[in-house]
């Protein structure tokens, strides 16, 4: 009997070890963890996924929201540096659908679902860097893209497009600043053509070697620290001159 329970009790713990790494597994799976592994190594096995769970609920959180929002407001469209982004020290009334690890297709596909787009007085877009991490698109497909995310907007809206931030290449990012700036310079054509606003931040955030600036990331010579926020905030309010914040 008791050789009975003391496998039993063997049993549950096995369960019980195995449920507990699974799910921490799951958890670091829906993070990029595995994916700069993967870039750091150079093994090219993984090929991210565009849209995340944390998409998904992000997502619902924008349509409990999208219902309410004014009319006249700005709408902010993008990934994780949008989501960080104090929409409220730029402008008022300001919606932020920012979504971490979202890239242009992810962006793309919730579109639509944005009903109060068609009453924005102006949209801001930033989206592109998850393009090159996640989606590993190259800057052609990325603006292929952007011309359906701007085909899918209304048409009597103001646009501003933003040029994606510089990386620190020094962080696990090697490669990725020439990338970047190939796309830039296509998204800033894209503009012209479409008569939309284009804002490029790079000159101002980059070191002499065209790294973004230590002091305006957080670490992960990527996301945008309180300094690069304080920034992009400032350069973003020129385009709101009237408003009282």
């Known amino acids: 009997m ?30 990029d963890l595995p994916y700069r592994i993967d870039r750091k190594l150079n093994l090219g096995l993984l090929n991210p996924l565009e849209v995340s769970r944390l998409y998904d609920d992000m997502l619902g959180s924008h349509m409990q929201l999208d219902g309410s929002v004014e009319a006249g407001s700005t709408i902010f469209l993008g990934d994780s540096l949008t989501q960080g982004l104090n929409v409220a020290a730029i402008t008022h009334p300001a919606i932020n659908y920012g979504i971490g690890m979202d ?9 639509p679902h944005y009903k109060s787009l068609n009453k924005a007085s ?3 877009i930033a989206i ?16 292929e893209n952007y011309k359906k995310i701007l085909d899918s907007l209304p048409s009597d809206k103001k646009v501003i497009m933003q040029a994606v931030f510089p ?9 990725f600043n020439e990338k970047i ?5 296509m998204l800033q054509s894209l503009a012209k053509d479409r008569k939309h606003d284009f804002l490029n931040l790079r000159e101002s955030f980059v070191d ?7 002091e305006l990331h957080v670490g992960d010579g990527l996301h945008l620290s309180d300094e690069g926020y304080s920034r992009w905030i400032q350069a973003l309010g020129h385009y709101f001159p009237d408003t009282s914040n």
Not at 128 to 143: E, Y
């Open 122 to 124: 102006t949209v801001v």
């Open 103 to 111: 890239a242009s297709y992810g962006l793309l596909k919730r579109i």
């Open 2 to 31: 008791l050789c009975i329970i003391g496998v039993m009790i063997k049993i549950i713990l096995i369960i019980w070890l195995t449920a507990i790494h699974a799910f921490a597994f799951l958890a670091i799976w829906d993070t």
């Open 208 to 214: 002499k070697d065209g790294n973004l600036k230590q």
């Open 181 to 185: 700036i190939q796309l830039n310079s």
């Open 128 to 143: 592109g860097i998850n393009d090159f991490l996640r989606a590993r698109l190259s800057p052609a497909d990325i603006v």
């Open 167 to 175: 990386v620190d290449e020094r962080i696990d990012l090697a490669g």
